[in-house]
Nanobody
Framework: QVQLVESGGGLVQAGESLRLSCTAS????????MGWYRQAPGKNRELVAT???????VYAGSVSGRFTVSRDNGENTVHLQMNSLKPEDTAVYYC????????????????WGQGTQVTVSS
């Protein structure tokens, strides 16, 4: 019902920057929040940053001050600008969106992208 397309991952050296983007499409009545999570090998998936439709933002402590999340509300797109990358930022980054679906009763939906690899070499 909702599809997420991610882009922007890659291999960089420590200290460099990357920008991730994710666009949601499908049967969306309204978007509640969009954001990014990541999962490193052998670890659980963790929150990186989220932003609500009203602009409220939450960052993981480990990325605060280095990463910036932003949204194009009209385009159902979320971006993650990642600066001063560190080897410990290496992970698969997943886009997430929480929406109300454009179907009867407007049910809540929670959707994930396929993930994009970010690798930071030291």
């Amino acid at each position: 019902q909702v599809q997420l397309v991610e882009s922007g991952g890659g291999l960089v050296q420590a200290g460099e920057s990357l920008r991730l983007s994710c666009t949601a499409s499908g049967s969306i009545f309204s978007t509640i929040a969009m954001g990014w999570y990541r999962q490193a090998p052998g670890k659980n998936r963790e929150l990186v940053a989220t932003i609500t439709s009203s602009g409220d933002i939450v960052y993981a402590g480990s990325v605060s001050g280095r990463f910036t999340v932003s949204r194009d509300n009209g385009e159902n797109t979320v971006h993650l600008q990642m600066n001063s990358l560190k080897p410990e930022d290496t992970a698969v980054y997943y886009c997430n969106t929480k929406v109300r679906l454009a179907t009867a009763l407007r049910p809540l939906g929670d959707y994930w992208g396929q993930g994009t690899q970010v690798t930071v070499s030291s």
